[in-house]
């Protein structure tokens, strides 16, 4: 999809606009890689993959395409150069993998799209043809997800992690996804204010021209994880003029509308929501403690609620699956009425 010659507050109002007013944002990405049979207990987690069985990742991603989502998030979440750096690869190497990570993601969707036109939807109609407007959104996880110590679920990092510690940690990996190809950039599970402060300033210093979203984590529906103010954090990415969407993910779906309504007190940037199972997950184990999730049935009820709360964007976090997805594609709207120009494929 060409997103180029648009202000970035303008991009996404085109693209949902083009999705009926709603889109569709995928699943859990870790969670069906292990349901192929991956170990991902290793510091790399998703981005493992990257380097072992990158079939999987395009595999999980067309998964995700066939169940209805507009929004593919990529396989970049713990890639980062310090990471791989760390498993004996070479900075040129992990460059490589963190770029590859978009390209395995535009090629499935590629692959939907032609997909898609043989099996059933060849035809035109007055120069458009009947295809699901599709982003590829290329993921920046938290530095605690780096450290893999569960500290993006705590916000905490110690007194010697600093604004510019974050910002020189993350430069390189954003200018390389910047230029990858991907369509906009999806900083996730933000779980402090200091972060959200070094992202916005990142984008501005690096000049950074493609669209990103802020999704924030709470385990209260208050604040952040860190304890700082989600309306503060939410404040951050709204005055930011490259933040197209601002949201929370990875967060218990019982949460989810109140954390809404704080949002849309602060800003009128459409809100984007992809909240965990609402299982918990045990960092000094390193697994999801399964007695709290919510059946994608019961996940899927609550989209009602979050879209007249004022959400724009629904998908999945951890331990979602595409049928969670499709279920909420099928609650939003009917994906039988979208089209797309030629020029914008």
Not at 51 to 62: A, T
């Amino acid at each position: 999809m060409v997103l180029k010659g648009l202000e970035p507050s303008l991009i996404v109002s085109d693209f949902l606009a083009k999705c009926g007013g709603y889109a569709v944002v995928d699943g859990g990405f870790a969670t069906e890689l292990e349901r192929h049979g991956q170990d991902l207990n290793d510091p790399l987690w998703s981005a493992k993959c990257l380097i072992s069985s990158p079939h999987l990742v395009r595999r999980v991603h067309l998964d995700y395409l066939d169940a209805g989502a507009n929004v593919i998030l990529t396989a970049s979440y713990q890639a980062t150069i310090q990471g791989f750096e760390a498993k004996g690869l070479s900075r040129e190497e992990a460059e490589i993998l963190i770029k590859r990570s978009v390209e395995i993601a535009c090629e499935a969707r590629q692959i939907y799209h032609d997909r898609c036109t043989k099996d059933s939807w060849d035809f035109l109609d007055n120069g458009n043809i009947a295809r699901r407007p599709v982003l590829v959104a290329a993921s920046v996880g938290s530095y605690g997800a780096y450290l893999a110590d569960g500290s993006e679920y705590s916000g905490n990092y110690g007194d010697s992690v600093t604004l510019e510690t974050l910002k020189d940690f993350h430069r390189r990996r954003v200018q390389i996804l910047a230029e990858s190809g991907a369509d906009l950039i999806a900083f996730e599970t933000i779980p402090n204010k200091l972060e959200a402060q070094a992202y916005a300033e990142l984008l501005k210093e690096e000049g950074i021209d493609i669209p990103a979203w802020f999704s924030f984590t709470s385990k209260d529906g208050i604040n952040v994880v860190s304890g700082d103010s989600i309306q503060e954090c939410a404040s951050i990415a709204d005055s930011c003029k490259q933040v197209v969407a601002v949201g929370i993910n990875c967060t218990p779906p019982r949460f989810i509308h109140g954390l809404i309504l704080s949002i849309r007190k602060v800003t009128d940037k459409p809100v984007i929501i992809y909240p965990n199972s609402g299982e918990t997950y045990d960092a000094v184990n390193k697994k999801w403690v399964k007695s709290t999730g919510v059946a994608d049935e019961d996940f899927v009820s609550y989209v009602g609620k979050w879209r007249e709360a004022g959400a724009s964007l629904f998908g999945g976090c951890c331990r979602t699956t595409p049928n969670t997805i499709r279920a909420i594609a099928k609650n939003l709207f009917d994906k039988s009425s979208l089209t797309l120009s030629k020029d914008d494929v």
